[in-house]
């Protein structure tokens, strides 16, 4: 698992403590790996989920950072968002 990986599951983690998440879904970061969301578990993993979000890594960042709404980056082109569309939205609610 790269350091990058690291870091963002471990952000992940820290932003779903007191939330529950009612689904699967996973963070592709180009050139690193991938991250998993399902229920209110974070971890490593490339296993299939209901909805799929890849970006690049500064985008994820900006993402997890609150730097950058998921809706502004998926509308223009930064976010790629392959699945449930419904979940995808209930989990930007989390965020």
């Given at each position: 698992m790269t350091e990058v990986i690291e870091d963002a599951v471990t952000a992940l983690k820290e932003k779903m403590l007191n939330s529950s998440f009612d689904?699967?879904?996973?963070?592709?970061?180009?050139?690193?790996?991938?991250?998993?969301?399902s229920g209110n578990?974070?971890?490593?993993?490339d296993e299939d989920t209901d909805v799929t979000f890849?970006?690049?890594?500064?985008?994820?960042?900006?993402?997890?950072?609150?730097?950058?709404e998921p809706t502004a980056a998926?509308?223009?082109?930064?976010?790629?968002?392959d699945g449930d569309m419904g979940i995808?939205?209930?989990?930007?609610?989390?965020?």
């Open positions: 689904g699967s879904a996973k963070f592709e970061i180009e050139g690193e790996g991938s991250i998993v969301i578990s974070v971890y490593a993993s890849v970006a690049s890594v500064e985008i994820f960042q900006e993402i997890f950072n609150g730097d950058l998926f509308m223009t082109g930064k976010l790629k968002i995808a939205m209930r989990l930007a609610n989390v965020f």
